[in-house]
């Protein structure tokens, strides 16, 4: 079982709508927890990073929430446009680095 | 700075045969990632280096991939011998510190025949 579930696995909503996307993990020890929007054919782009005493960072019209008790992560992301179609990847480092799966979210207009 | 550079782009090759990914980290950072990305296995840390030195490795997946940081601006990731099995989008990532945003290269795709 992967220390990093992810969900959904894929998304699809209306632009202009929000979007929740989960991250669940069991990595221990806990370091940091990393939220990256990867486009189709590029690389992974840092949305956010989270240490175990922050419970939440924004970054623009992406906020992730933490945690760290219950070991939950999630991306909302607001108003959503067209450029936001892309696969939003949770990673968590410990004494190794998790990844996640990966959502696949597609934003139609 | 141009960001993470990964050369080449695209490299396909035949079974058996060495192939050698060239990363540039931006100038300043400490840290050096190289990952694989496949379909089925999704992203997975192969190694990183920390002021020119590997810390992990442990992600490597067998004596055939070996990984080189000869300066600060520089390192490879050499397959001898390639597999099909090997096929996949190689990143590069760099960053200042360890618990800092880590920028990607815009990878190598590798296809092994």
């Known amino acids: 079982k992967n220390q990093v579930e992810q969900s959904p696995q894929s998304l699809i909503i209306l632009e202009g709508k929000n979007c929740t996307l989960q991250?669940?993990?069991?990595?221990?020890?806990?370091?940091?927890l990393r939220w990256y929007k990867q486009d189709t054919g590029r690389g992974p782009v840092s949305l956010t990073i989270?240490?175990?005493?922050?419970n939440t960072k924004s970054n623009g019209r992406y906020t992730a929430t933490l945690d760290a008790d219950t070991k939950q992560s999630s991306l909302h992301i607001t108003a959503s446009q067209l450029s936001d179609s892309a696969s939003y990847i949770c990673?968590?480092?410990?004494?190794?680095?998790?990844f996640g799966a990966g959502t696949r979210l597609t934003v139609k207009p | 700075d141009a960001g993470v550079i990964q050369s080449p782009r695209h490299e396909v090759t035949e079974m058996g045969q060495e192939v050698t990914l060239r990363c540039k980290p931006i100038?300043?950072?400490?840290?050096l990632f190289w990952y694989r990305q496949t379909m089925m296995r999704g992203l997975e840390l192969l190694i990183y280096?920390?002021?020119?030195?590997?810390?992990?490795d442990s992600g490597m997946p067998e004596d055939r991939f070996s990984a080189k940081m000869p300066n600060a601006s520089f390192s490879t990731l050499k397959i001898q011998p390639s597999e099909p099995r090997d096929s996949a989008v190689y990143f590069c990532?760099?960053?200042?510190?360890?618990?800092?945003?880590?920028?990607f290269g815009q990878g190598t795709r590798l296809t092994v025949v």
């Open positions: 990673v968590v480092s410990g004494r190794g680095m998790r």
């Open positions: 991250c669940n993990y069991t990595v221990s020890p806990f370091s940091n």
């Open positions: 989270m240490t175990f005493s922050e």
């Open positions: 990532a760099s960053s200042q510190h360890r618990e800092t945003e880590a920028f």
């Open positions: 280096f920390n002021n020119n030195v590997p810390i992990d």
């Open positions: 100038s300043g950072h400490d840290y």
